[in-house]
């Protein structure tokens, strides 16, 4: 086997391991960044025989005692797909907590026309905004930074919503930490995720929010 074959067989299997295992459950933690962070790259020489099957392990022990280079390739490939799992992790939450803050506002029967229309007209614009800074980082190849990214999010949390709870913010902490971990080059996938979630959701909001504004001129109307 090729050296990217063997890191994509363990790769493949660790994944699995990750999705289906209920070891890292208890603690709060993402469960599946917890897992692979415990299969990084730099403990792969403990736990790759684990995720191999018998005679493919035997084979690579033999070829290895052979040539140093060999694991070395081995390490690398590793590293890579390691890697794009983990910046696929961070960008799906990071995404999906853009869209949840989203559906809170249009959803929540609490809120009053008015309400909705001021929100989303503040959320469209921090959105365009974020969204313009993601692509000057993608242009120049410069993620933002581990502070810049944490500092978006609670700009649309405190500014456009008025979120102050503690733990919305530590969660988005925990986060925006393991980006921080990622090379330049993964935290610019997490970015282009997100640039990706923020072209996706700008028409919708922009929907609503002349849905909304036709129901609030229209109660207004009315009084």
């Known amino acids: 086997m090729e050296p990217r074959d063997v890191a994509k067989l363990v790769m493949n299997r660790v994944e699995k391991y990750c999705l289906n295992?209920?070891?890292?459950?208890?603690?709060?933690?993402?469960?599946i960044l917890e897992c692979l962070e415990d299969h990084r790259p730099s403990e792969l020489k403990w736990f790759i025989n684990k995720y191999l099957p018998q005679k493919v392990a035997k084979?690579?022990?033999?070829?290895?005692?052979?040539?140093?280079?060999?694991?070395d390739e081995?390490?690398?490939?590793?590293?890579?797909?390691?890697?794009?799992?983990?910046?696929?992790?961070?960008?799906?939450?990071?995404?999906?907590?853009?869209?949840?803050l989203y559906r809170d506002t249009?959803?929540?029967?609490?809120?009053?026309?008015?309400?909705?229309?001021?929100?989303?007209?503040?959320?469209?614009?921090?959105l365009k905004y974020f969204g313009d800074e993601i692509k000057r980082a993608l242009k120049d190849k410069k993620p933002l930074?581990?502070?810049?990214?944490?500092?978006?999010?609670?700009?649309?949390?405190?500014?456009?919503?008025?979120?102050?709870?503690?733990?919305?913010?530590?969660?988005?902490?925990?986060?925006?930490?393991?980006?921080d971990t990622l090379s330049d080059n993964g935290k610019?996938?997490?970015?282009?995720?997100?640039?990706?979630?923020?072209?996706?959701m700008l028409p919708d909001v922009y929907d609503d929010l002349k849905y909304y504004k036709s129901k609030s001129e229209a109660s207004t109307n009315k009084s």
């Open 106 to 126: 249009v959803l929540d029967d609490d809120l009053s026309y008015e309400d909705k229309v001021e929100y989303l007209e503040d959320y469209a614009d921090y």
């Open 145 to 179: 930074d581990e502070y810049d990214l944490y500092n978006w999010y609670w700009r649309i949390g405190h500014n456009v919503f008025g979120i102050n709870s503690t733990g919305h913010y530590g969660l988005i902490g925990y986060y925006t930490g393991f980006y």
């Open 74 to 100: 081995v390490k690398k490939e590793y590293e890579k797909l390691w890697e794009k799992e983990k910046s696929l992790e961070v960008g799906e939450f990071l995404g999906d907590e853009l869209e949840e």
């Open 188 to 200: 610019l996938k997490v970015l282009k995720m997100l640039l990706d979630v923020i072209n996706s």
């Open 59 to 71: 084979d690579l022990d033999k070829t290895i005692a052979n040539s140093d280079m060999f694991w």
């Open 21 to 31: 295992t209920n070891e890292y459950f208890d603690d709060g933690d993402d469960p």
